[in-house]
């Protein structure tokens, strides 16, 4: 089943304390991208992967870290979180950047 | 030049009622204009998605209307049932490069009354 997979779906974590969630994708798609959905907000980019190795930012990308060290996977870092990052994290692959993008269930990740 | 302006913000139909949900652009190299649907607690999944090369996809209930010299395209959901009431957003991207990302709008509540 082609799907997109992340880790963990609900994380609650204090201030300053590193983490990262993970992001699988088994379609072997080019694209990945990591959003943040706030309410009235919409979804907002964090970071993008146009292929292995190639990353870049988004529109919000203050605060956070990615790496794309194999095609598959596309994790997420949050060095030394802050409350203000308390969101719900969607990370998303698609063939090409102007095609179908397929979305994982979400993190919901609070920060205290 | 990069926003996608979405509206309402959201949105009460009467079931069988006919639910419009209209976006606009501003970046005249976008070519793809995807709907995406997102049911609480999951991720949004794509409904429907139109190029600028037609000016109306219909699948089922959904159709999108697309008017390239407005840079406006729009959802409609005929006959609009309980089962459709989710959060819709309409998104935009280019070919290539960054210009492939996929820019959202801030999406629409819709619910459909019984």
């Known amino acids: 089943e082609a799907q997109v997979t992340q880790n963990p779906r609900y994380l609650i974590t204090v201030t300053g304390k590193k983490l990262t969630v993970t992001c699988s994708q088994n379609?072997?798609?080019?694209?990945m991208s990591w959003y943040r959905q706030d309410p009235g907000l919409g979804l907002r980019q964090i970071y993008y992967?146009?292929?292995?190795?190639?990353?870049d930012k988004g529109d919000v990308p203050e605060g956070y870290k990615v790496s794309r060290k194999e095609k598959r996977n596309f994790p997420l870092i949050l060095e030394s979180p802050s409350p203000n990052q308390t969101s719900l994290y969607f990370c998303?692959?698609?063939?090409?950047?102007?095609?179908?993008?397929?979305f994982g269930q979400g993190t919901r990740l609070t920060v205290v | 030049q990069q926003q996608v302006k979405q509206s309402p913000q959201s949105l009460i139909v009467q079931k069988g009622g006919i639910s419009i949900i209209n976006c606009a652009y501003e970046?005249?190299?976008?070519?793809?204009f995807p709907w995406y649907q997102q049911f609480p607690g999951k991720g949004p999944a794509l409904l429907i998605a139109?190029?600028?090369?037609?000016s109306e996809k219909k699948e089922g209930r959904f159709t999108i209307s697309f008017n390239k010299s407005a840079k406006q395209f729009s959802l409609h959901i005929m006959d609009s049932q309980p089962g459709d009431s989710a959060t819709y957003f309409c998104?935009?991207?280019?070919?290539?490069?960054?210009?492939?990302?996929?820019?959202f709008g801030k999406g629409t509540k819709l619910s459909v009354k019984p």
């Open positions: 998303a692959s698609s063939w090409r950047g102007n095609t179908e993008a397929f």
């Open positions: 379609m072997n798609h080019e694209y």
């Open positions: 992967s146009m292929n292995v190795e190639v990353t």
């Open positions: 970046n005249t190299a976008f070519d793809y």
């Open positions: 139109i190029r600028p090369d037609v």
């Open positions: 998104a935009a991207s280019a070919r290539g490069g960054s210009q492939g990302n996929l820019i």
